[in-house]
């Protein structure tokens, strides 16, 4: 099953919304390690800071970002459409030829 990961990077700049994608088994929740493996592919390499409020450092003080946060995950359920990817979708798709 899918599970979108929604979390905020904290930059001197601002805050950052972003995702990340994890594949789990039906009805499971990401798992430390996991979670730490999926901001890895996305090059952030970080350490679990506080478990409870699932807050994560980076390992290196010198990285551009402060910290990131989780703030929600998805799982996958599909209740609801995403109306920007199917506009997204829609205009990728070959048009169908004009008649003649």
Request: charged fraction near 30%; proline fraction near 6%; charge should be negative.
């Given at each position: 099953?899918?599970?979108?990961?929604?979390?905020?990077?904290?930059?001197?700049?601002?805050?950052?919304?972003?995702?990340?994608?994890?594949?789990?088994?039906?009805g499971q929740t990401p798992g430390e390690q996991q979670l730490i493996d999926m901001f890895k592919e996305m090059k952030f390499n970080v350490r679990l800071e506080d478990r409870e409020k699932l807050?994560?450092?980076?390992?290196?003080?010198?990285?551009?970002?402060?910290?990131?946060?989780?703030?929600?995950?998805?799982?996958?359920?599909?209740?609801?459409?995403?109306?920007?990817?199917?506009?997204?979708?829609?205009?990728?798709?070959?048009?169908?030829?004009?008649?003649?």
């Amino acid at each position: 099953m899918e599970c979108i990961v929604h979390f905020n990077v904290q930059h001197p700049q601002g805050d950052k919304s972003l995702r990340g994608l994890l594949f789990l088994d039906e009805g499971q929740t990401p798992g430390e390690q996991q979670l730490i493996d999926m901001f890895k592919e996305m090059k952030f390499n970080v350490r679990l800071e506080d478990r409870e409020k699932l807050v994560f450092k980076p390992v290196n003080p010198a990285d551009g970002y402060s910290e990131i946060r989780i703030t929600g995950y998805n799982g996958g359920k599909g209740g609801k459409d995403d109306h920007d990817l199917k506009s997204i979708v829609g205009n990728l798709m070959p048009q169908k030829p004009s008649g003649l």
